[in-house]
């Protein structure tokens, strides 16, 4: 037997009805999307699916600067953060406290 590995959509007051422990039980084996008036309205998912999802934004974050940082080395001329804040319209020292914080 293959575990489907689709969200399951199911209605708000059918959750409810269905309780708690049928919740936790059906979203360890598949996410489950809670839907009012047909629109996903919340999203319930294991522990373990949630920190293999982080895990691979995580990776994917990191493979994109890495990226980025080849391309910002290949470049001719050099560009200090401030410059590049400057240029985009950002806060450098925002984007210096995010840096930091996601670098924990």
Excluded: H, Y
């Amino acid at each position: 037997m293959s575990v489907d590995s689709r969200p399951l959509r199911v209605p708000i007051q059918e959750a409810s009805k269905r309780g708690v422990s049928w919740l936790n039980d059906t979203a360890s084996e598949r996410r489950i999307l809670l839907t009012r008036f047909g629109r996903v309205n919340a999203v319930i998912d294991s522990a373990e699916r949630l920190d293999e999802t982080a895990a691979k934004v995580e990776a994917a974050r990191r493979e994109v600067v890495e990226q980025f940082a080849d391309l910002a080395l290949d470049r001719s001329s050099k560009w200090s953060l401030e410059d590049v804040c400057t240029k985009l319209g950002l806060d450098v020292d925002r984007v210096r406290d995010r840096a930091f914080t996601l670098g924990r």
